[in-house]
């Protein structure tokens, strides 16, 4: 067969025709048109696929912050009933007080970071409030938001009760200031007497105590005996536990060493000067 018959009896556009089966340009050009149909086509999947990718990505971490929640005992507790509000978990450098990015904050183990002098701080005596000798680098928080304000801010808190280490959750209002709750989810206190920070009827006293007062003291406190029901304490105190006086002191202190500059201080006021407060 010439190549001429070769060439007419060739099928497909005619710009293929103008080449013989067998030549050089001839498989380039259609290597070439494959390659572009190709690319079009995997880019028409992407692009239509990409709104439904991201949905899973949003899914995925809707599940992951459900699991997180979870798993973190009396978390769930403070937090109530999510409905429309969004649970958002974030990384806080304490030092600095701004938000780190690209640690997962299911996999950030703060115990094991608080044993490590690579990641945590010695606290010499004068600054350790909370009894607990040192203090990790990063810490999770937990923002509650709903309709894009946020409503709770939940931070982790632990310090030295009468014979164990109380770990608990301090839930503030969008104020930074109102307590909203406080929970302890572990600890080795006397039941009956320290364990009675777990009653309920105890920790609904919380819900808007004051951290500070209008100058600005911290004034939180556990009171010896009954807190008063009216005057410039009331608004910061709740009952002392009868025959618990140690751990109302304990709690009394690292409430104020996790809100203070060793804390999560540095972060509450990045909060507060972001919103334009003094
Ligand atoms: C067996 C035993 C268990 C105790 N457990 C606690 C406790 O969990 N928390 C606490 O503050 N005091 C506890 N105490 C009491 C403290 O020793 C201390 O007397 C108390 O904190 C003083 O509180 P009060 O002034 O309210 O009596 C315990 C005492 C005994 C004998």
Known sequence: MSVVDDVTDTPGWPVLRRWPRESAARAVLITLLV?????????TVVSVLQPYREQNRALERTQRIRELVAGVPGLEDLVGPLGSARLEPRVVDLASGSY?????????????????PASSIALPPGRDLAGIGRRANLAT?????????????????HGAGYVSTLYGYLALDADLDTVRGLSFHEHG??????????NPRWREQWSGKRLRDPSGELRIEVARGRAPASGEDAAHQVDGITGATR?????????RFWVGPDGFGPFLERLRRERGEP
């Open 247 to 255: 751990t109302g002191i304990g709690v009394t202190r690292l409430l």
């Open 141 to 157: 928080v937990f923002e509650v938001f709903e309709n894009g304000e946020l409503r709770l801010l939940v931070l982790p808190v």
């Open 100 to 116: 780190v990015e690209g640690v997962d904050p299911a996999l950030l183990d703060a115990r094991a970071a608080a044993r490590d």
């Open 189 to 198: 206190e006397t039941p009956g007497l320290g364990s009675e920070i777990e």
């Open 35 to 43: 390659c572009t149909i190709c690319s079009a086509l995997i880019a």
